[in-house]
């Protein structure tokens, strides 16, 4: 295959290009926002999971806590009752009193053995309350450090994909005046030999492999017409002539 120096210098360019393209992708994918966002949101879903908790723990609490207040007031209203009836005087009999009397003491003794369960309830809930208080001001933390790192990672990748776009058009018009058996064979190279398809002849070593040329490779270069597209004879990459080539 033959093409003029000049098309095989543009599609170094195509080539440096590409890298370019290839490097600006990888930095999409890299940016570090992705990590700490993925880290943050695992922080922010055991958090989660632990104020659901706190808040069902405080939600049974509570109603553990009604049911024993409602427990204390039957308790109380009976006693009530007891005293009236014992304040009343309607009660003669002497074993009616006596019986009214230990009923009443007996739900005193109920009544306070109640209020300490209340109480105790109480205790469980509002450390229930002071848990979840603390849980949601977490979540609220950790979220507005998910919100920071995703809007840092947009701005950068906004940045990104606008270098993406100017690299995309320049190589666009490069590759529209490479020849096009040219630039499909470089295309087929660079798929199969991770990305570079064309490398330059540098001081006799070629840029793609990174290996030096033998002399009899280097006589063969000096030979060959300015116009032969040439291939690395170690990694078969097109092999580019400049004046840095060292010939």
């Not at 398809?197 to 290996?211: N, T």
């Given at each position: 295959?033959?093409?003029?120096?000049?098309?095989?210098?543009r599609?170094?360019?195509?080539?440096?290009?590409?890298?370019?393209?290839?490097?600006?992708?990888?930095?999409?994918?890299s940016?570090?926002?992705?990590?700490?966002?993925?880290?943050?949101?695992?922080?922010?879903?055991?958090?989660?999971?632990?104020?659901?908790?706190?808040?069902?723990?405080?939600?049974?609490?509570?109603?553990?806590?009604?049911?024993?207040?409602?427990?204390?007031d039957?308790?109380?209203?009976?006693?009530?009752?007891?005293?009236?009836?014992l304040?009343?005087?309607?009660?003669?009999?002497?074993?009616?009193?006596?019986?009214?009397?230990?009923?009443?003491?007996?739900?005193?003794?109920?009544?306070?053995?109640?209020?300490?369960?209340?109480?105790?309830?109480?205790?469980?809930?509002?450390?229930?309350?002071?848990?979840a208080?603390?849980?949601?001001?977490?979540?609220?933390?950790?979220?507005?450090?998910?919100?920071?790192?995703?809007?840092?990672?947009?701005?950068a990748?906004?940045?990104?994909?606008?270098?993406?776009?100017?690299?995309?058009?320049?190589?666009?018009?490069?590759a529209?005046?490479?020849?096009?058996?040219?630039?499909?064979?470089?295309?087929?190279?660079?798929?199969?030999?991770?990305?570079?398809?064309?490398?330059?002849?540098?001081?006799?070593?070629?840029?793609?492999c990174?290996?030096?040329?033998?002399?009899?490779?280097?006589?063969?270069?000096r030979?060959?017409?300015?116009?032969?597209?040439?291939?690395?004879?170690?990694?078969?990459r097109?092999?580019?002539?400049?004046?840095?080539?060292g010939l």
């Amino acid at each position: 295959m033959n093409a003029a120096p000049a098309d095989q210098i543009r599609l170094l360019d195509v080539q440096g290009l590409d890298l370019r393209l290839s490097q600006l992708a990888h930095k999409r994918r890299s940016l570090p926002e992705h990590t700490e966002i993925d880290t943050q949101n695992a922080d922010l879903v055991q958090l989660r999971d632990l104020l659901v908790a706190a808040q069902t723990e405080e939600s049974d609490t509570a109603r553990e806590q009604t049911k024993a207040e409602q427990d204390v007031d039957q308790v109380r209203q009976r006693a009530a009752r007891d005293q009236q009836r014992l304040d009343s005087g309607a009660v003669t009999s002497p074993k009616d009193l006596e019986n009214l009397q230990h009923e009443i003491a007996s739900l005193a003794k109920r009544q306070g053995a109640l209020e300490d369960v209340v109480l105790e309830v109480m205790e469980r809930r509002e450390s229930a309350q002071d848990r979840a208080r603390e849980l949601t001001g977490r979540v609220e933390s950790v979220q507005a450090k998910v919100s920071d790192a995703v809007a840092r990672r947009d701005a950068a990748q906004v940045e990104i994909d606008a270098e993406i776009a100017r690299a995309t058009k320049e190589r666009e018009v490069l590759a529209a005046s490479v020849p096009a058996d040219l630039l499909k064979l470089y295309e087929k190279l660079r798929s199969q030999q991770g990305g570079v398809g064309a490398a330059r002849l540098f001081q006799r070593r070629c840029e793609g492999c990174r290996l030096e040329l033998n002399i009899t490779e280097v006589n063969e270069v000096r030979a060959a017409a300015p116009d032969e597209v040439l291939r690395c004879e170690n990694c078969r990459r097109i092999l580019v002539r400049t004046p840095e080539s060292g010939l």
